[in-house]
């Protein structure tokens, strides 16, 4: 029998997707969010790649991951994952996480999402394998709800509470309750298009640094 002394709780780590275009606020927020309600050891920032024909012109996936590497500097539970970056071509959710799986077969891997991506999560490529990989933890986006689409369902096969990430190794979808961390990254961009100085919605390493290389500018 394994005893309390003897029990070693397997490192429970957060993959947060996205295309991170620019990094903003509110992706911060949404990560201080996860971390602490989640109580997760680390969250990894997972930028996906963008086909060159939806990427912000000019921008490149390096400059995605260096704004992200900026933003996360003085956080330090939060890291870059560069899996996807270092690819060709667009990949699959359920492709890169059995790869983080194979290299940390020690931990509990937990993917970040948005109501949004909920509500449709079953024409996701291989949805049951993501799930027998990791857990799902779903943040609240505007304009969506647990009442949409496929999230009814899925969270009435899969619903947990926080508390089992660190009991089980996955397959469990944790819903979260959290406030608005929604910056449109859009408007942000047509902000940085027309040249405006101030944008309270970057930190300011990622806007000067947008700044300094004149990134999203038409």
């Not at 086909?51 to 890291?79: C, F, N």
Request: charged residues 15%.
């Amino acid at each position: 029998m394994i005893t309390d002394a003897h029990f070693s709780p397997r490192p429970l780590i957060g993959i947060f997707g996205g295309t991170f275009d620019p990094v903003h606020l509110g992706h911060l927020a949404c990560a201080r969010y996860v971390l602490q309600h989640c109580a997760l050891d680390q969250l990894q920032f997972m930028p996906c790649h963008v086909p060159p024909h939806r990427a912000s012109p000019g921008v490149s996936a390096q400059q995605r991951a260096t704004m992200v590497e900026l933003a996360i500097a003085d956080e330090p539970a939060m890291v870059l994952q560069p899996l996807e970056l270092n690819r060709n071509s667009p990949s699959y959710t359920a492709d890169s996480l059995a790869l983080l799986k194979h290299s940390m077969p020690a931990s509990t891997l937990a993917f970040v999402i948005g109501m949004d991506s909920l509500s449709y999560f079953t024409k996701w490529y291989q949805w049951q394998r993501i799930l027998e990989l990791s857990h799902l933890i779903v943040c609240q986006r505007p304009g969506y709800s647990h009442l949409d689409g496929d999230a009814p369902a899925l969270l009435r096969d899969y619903a947990a509470s926080p508390a089992a990430l660190h009991q089980s190794s996955h397959g469990k979808i944790i819903e979260l309750h959290n406030p608005d961390f929604s910056p449109s990254a859009t408007a942000i961009r047509a902000a940085l298009a027309q040249n405006q100085q101030n944008i309270s919605e970057l930190a300011l390493p990622v806007l000067n640094y947008i700044q300094q290389h004149r990134l999203y500018q038409s």
